[in-house]
């Protein structure tokens, strides 16, 4: 059973968030003050973030240890870092899918709207970037079945 203080945690977390964008709107932005209240608003998410995993890992930590007691099976590093690995694998080939397509598609459209005959031409380059992603995937998927 989850206590108050667990309950009115992530509450108190996204009101410390949240909360700033209320003097941001309330104030209107001008050229001196956004790059001040920007990072200001980088500051307190990555405050609010680091306390919530400081608070998560002692229940993560005892609730892993009930788990290996009550199922038998306990993780090894190895599988961890196999995990890890799949994610990495999946995020950056998506991040350099999204990028190739944005830097891509705005020149195949251009030249669609130029010659319509170069549309099979400009959509390789497109479908070469959303490949990519495919391909981080289907790596990641590989990486799991091996675990």
């Keep these: 059973m989850l206590s108050m203080f667990e309950m009115l945690l ?6 410390f968030v ?8 309330k104030k209107g932005v001008n050229q001196t003050n956004a790059k001040q ?3 200001g608003q980088i500051s ?4 609010v973030f680091v306390i919530a995993v400081l608070f998560q890992i002692n229940g993560i930590v005892a609730s892993a240890a009930e788990e290996t007691v009550a199922n038998g099976f306990a993780g090894s590093l190895a599988q961890g870092m196999g995990f890890i690995a799949a994610a990495v694998s999946t995020s950056c ?6 990028w190739a397509v944005a830097s891509a598609a705005p020149a195949a459209i251009g030249a669609i709207s130029e010659n319509s005959e170069n549309f099979g031409k400009a959509i390789i380059f497109v479908a070469l970037g959303e490949g990519c992603a495919i391909y981080g995937l289907l790596i990641s998927i590989l990486i799991i079945n091996k675990l």
Excluded: E, N
């Design 10 to 15: 992530p509450l108190v977390a996204v009101c």
């Design 44 to 47: 307190i998410f990555v405050g």
């Design 37 to 39: 209240r920007l990072i």
């Design 18 to 25: 949240v909360g700033p964008l209320w003097f941001f709107f």
């Design 93 to 98: 080939s998506a991040l350099a899918a999204g």
